[in-house]
C-alpha cells in the first residue's frame, strides 16, 4: 500500500524534469528556473495529498513553477537595484507565452537537463548533485542524506553548480552532434557514480535510495536513447549487480562473498530483465565497457553456484575490458577469474604485475585478492598475513571484521 | 550553542573490535550489533529532538598521515601514530541549550555495551568542547 503522500512523491519524481525543461524553455534563467520548480514540488507535495491531483499535474507545475520564477526575478532585479532586461523580458513572455503541447519537447527537455548537468565544466560531486535534484526531483535535503553530507554543504554545492553552468553559457539545448557521444558517457558516468556510491559505505545505513534512483535515472536514458548500447549495457549492469543485494550482506553487516552467496536470494525478475538488455545490447556489436561489464555479471547472476560458473569466458571478457581501459581493479578481477579457470597459482602470477601500482598502495583489495588466491593455493601462513595485511588497509569496519576473521580460520588447524 | 562530542581509540582498540586475531578476546559480532543499536538508538534520540548537527567516524590510526615541516618543506608521514596511542575516532556535534545538556547527552555514552572480555586498555571517557563563534559563547 502506498499512501497519497507517497503517490504524489512518485509522480512529482516523474515530473520534476518536464517541468524544469518546459520553464527553463519559455523563460531562460537555468539556475533561478530550477529553484522556482523545486518550489512548485514543494508547494505541490504539500497540496496534492490533501486536495487531490489538479486535471493537468504538469500544466500546474508548469503556472506556479512560471509564477514564481517571475517574483524570484523581480526580487533579485530590485535587489541588484537596477533594471534588468532579461527580468523584464521573462515576465512580458510569461504573459504572452501560448499554452504549449507541453508532452512533445518533454523527453528531449529531459535529456538535454541530463546533458546540463552532467556538463564537463562541473566537478563530478557537483554533477551527480545537481543530476539528483534537476533530474531526479529530489530535495537538497534528501540529496545530503544520502550523501551522509551536511545540508549546507549540498546547497552550496548544487549553488555554485548552477552559477557555473550560467557563466558558461551554454545554451539550453542538444550539444553538437559531434559532441553527443562525448556528453552522453559522462551523464551514463555519473549515474554510474551515483549508483556505486550507494554500495560505498559497505556498512550501516546502507543506502538503497541511491541505487534505485540510479536505477530509475538509466531507465529513462535507455528509453529516451533505445538504440545507445552502452545506454542499455549501464542499466543491465545495474540491474544485474543489484540483483543480488539482499544476499550481499549478513544482517550484522558483514559481507558475503559471491561464492558464499545463498543464489535464492538474487533477484529473479531483475536478472532476467538484466540479460535481455544485455543480450540484445550485444547483438548489435561493438560493445563498449557497460556492455563487457553487464556482461559478466550476467554469466554470474545466470549460474547455479561459483563452481559451476563460466569462468574462462569470465576471464575472456575482463581480457577484453582491461584492453579498453587502464583501471587496476580490473586488472584484479581478471585475475581472480584467471584462478578460478586456470588454477590460483596462474591468478597470483597475474597479481604481480600488480604490486607497484601506486593506485592500490593503501586498497585492502591487493592483498585481500592475494590473500584469497593463496588460501586456495593451501599457503595458509602466507594466507593469514596477506588478510590481516588487507585487514589492516580496510576501512569499513564489517570489511575488516570480515578479513580478520578468514584470518583467524587460518590459525586453528595445521 | 553548539558543542562537539569526541569518542577517542588508538589503533589497538580498532583491531579488538574489528576482530584481529593474536591479541587477547576480540568483539563478537554481536557484541558489535549490541554496540551499533546502542549508537544508532543515542543517535536517533538527537535527531528526533532536534539536537543532532553533524556526526562522523573516522578510520583507524593506522590510515592517518601526518604533514610537518622540515626545513621549511611539507613532509608526509604515514601512520604517525603508536598502537596504543589514543587519537579521535569520530565525533558528534549538536546543537541544545547550554554546556549542562550537552553534557547530559555525552555522558549517556558511558552506558554503551562493550565485551566483558575485551577489557578495554584505557579509562573510558568521552570529551565535551563547546565550538567557538556561536553566539552563546558571548555570555561567558
Redesign the interface.
Known amino acids: 500500500m502506498t499512501t497519497p503522500g507517497e503517490q504524489t512523491e512518485d509522480l512529482l519524481r516523474r515530473l520534476a524534469p518536464r517541468v524544469l525543461g518546459a520553464v527553463v524553455r519559455r523563460y531562460g534563467h537555468f539556475d533561478t528556473a530550477e529553484d522556482a520548480v523545486q518550489e512548485a514540488l514543494l508547494a505541490a507535495a504539500g497540496r496534492w495529498p490533501r486536495d487531490g491531483l489538479p486535471d493537468n499535474p504538469l500544466g500546474w507545475l508548469v503556472t506556479v513553477a512560471g509564477r514564481r520564477l517571475t517574483d524570484l526575478l523581480r526580487a533579485e532585479q530590485a535587489r541588484r537595484g537596477r533594471e534588468d532586461v532579461a527580468g523584464r523580458r521573462a515576465i512580458a513572455e510569461w504573459r504572452l507565452a501560448p499554452a504549449a503541447d507541453l508532452s512533445a519537447a518533454g523527453a528531449d527537455d529531459t535529456l538535454i537537463l541530463l546533458f546540463l548537468c552532467c556538463h564537463p565544466a562541473l566537478p563530478p560531486a557537483s554533477q551527480i548533485a545537481l543530476t539528483l535534484r534537476a533530474v531526479g526531483g529530489l530535495t537538497t535535503a534528501q540529496i545530503a542524506r544520502a550523501f551522509l553530507a ?1 545540508e549546507a554543504t549540498m546547497t552550496r554545492r548544487i549553488t555554485r553548480a548552477k552559477q557555473r553552468i550560467r557563466d558558461s553559457g551554454v545554451p539550453f539545448g542538444m550539444p553538437a552532434s559531434a559532441d553527443r557521444a562525448a556528453r552522453l558517457r559522462a551523464v551514463l558516468h555519473v549515474l554510474y557514480l551515483v549508483f556505486t556510491e550507494g554500495y560505498a559505505g559497505e556498512t ?1 545505513p546502507l543506502r538503497e535510495d541511491l541505487t534505485t534512483e540510479a536505477i530509475r535515472l538509466a531507465r529513462i536514458v535507455h528509453r529516451l536513447l533505445p538504440d545507445d548500447g552502452e545506454a542499455a549495457g549501464l542499466l543491465a549492469l545495474m540491474l544485474l549487480t543489484e540483483a543480488r543485494r539482499a544476499a550481499r550482506t ?1 544482517p ?1 553487516g ?1 559481507p558475503i562473498p559471491m561464492a558464499e552467496q545463498d543464489r535464492a536470494l538474487w533477484d529473479a525478475a531483475r536478472i532476467a530483465e538484466g540479460v535481455a538488455l544485455v543480450d540484445a545490447a550485444l547483438s548489435r556489436g561493438a560493445p563498449g565497457p557497460y556492455q563487457i561489464q553487464a556482461a559478466i555479471a550476467a554469466l554470474h547472476d545466470e549460474a547455479p553456484s561459483a563452481e559451476a560458473t563460466d569462468w574462462p569466458q569470465i576471464a575472456a571478457l575482463y581480457a577484453v575490458l582491461s584492453g579498453m581501459s587502464d583501471n587496476p581493479v580490473t586488472a584484479l578481477n581478471h585475475a581472480v577469474a584467471v584462478a578460478m579457470s586456470r588454477g590460483p597459482r596462474a591468478g597470483l602470477d597475474l597479481l604481480g604485475g600488480l604490486e607497484g601500482d601506486e593506485r592500490l598502495a ?1 586498497d585492502h583489495r591487493l592483498p585481500a585478492v592475494r590473500a584469497h588466491l593463496l588460501e586456495l593455493a593451501g599457503e595458509r601462513a602466507a594466507a593469514r598475513e596477506a588478510y ?1 595485511a588487507a ?2 588497509r580496510a ?1 569499513s ?1 564489517p570489511r ?2 570480515y578479513l ?2 578468514r ?2 580460520r587460518l ?1 586453528d588447524d595445521p | 550553542m553548539k558543542y562537539m562530542i569526541m569518542l577517542y581509540g588508538s589503533q589497538q582498540d580498532y583491531d579488538v573490535l574489528a576482530g584481529r586475531p593474536g591479541g587477547g578476546p576480540v568483539w563478537s559480532a554481536d557484541d558489535v550489533a549490541a554496540m551499533h543499536a546502542f549508537m544508532a538508538e543515542w543517535n536517533d534520540d538527537l535527531v528526533k529532538s532536534g539536537e543532532f548537527v553533524d556526526a562522523q567516524g573516522l578510520t583507524a590510526p593506522v590510515h592517518a598521515r601526518r604533514i610537518r615541516l622540515r626545513e621549511g618543506v611539507p613532509v608526509v608521514t604515514d601512520g604517525p601514530y603508536a598502537e596504543t596511542e589514543e587519537v579521535l575516532a569520530g565525533y558528534t556535534i549538536v546543537e541544545c541549550d547550554g554546556f549542562d545538556r550537552a553534557t547530559e547527552i555525552a555522558a549517556r555514552l558511558a552506558r554503551t555495551p562493550h565485551p566483558q572480555g575485551a577489557a578495554q586498555a584505557h579509562e573510558w571517557y568521552v570529551d565535551v568542547r563547546p565550538i567557538a563563534g556561536s553566539p552563546a559563547e558571548l555570555e561567558l
Open positions: 551536511p550501516w549478513a550484522d558483514t593503501r590481516l585487514a589492516r576501512a569496519l575488516r571484521r580478520n576473521a584470518a583467524a590459525d
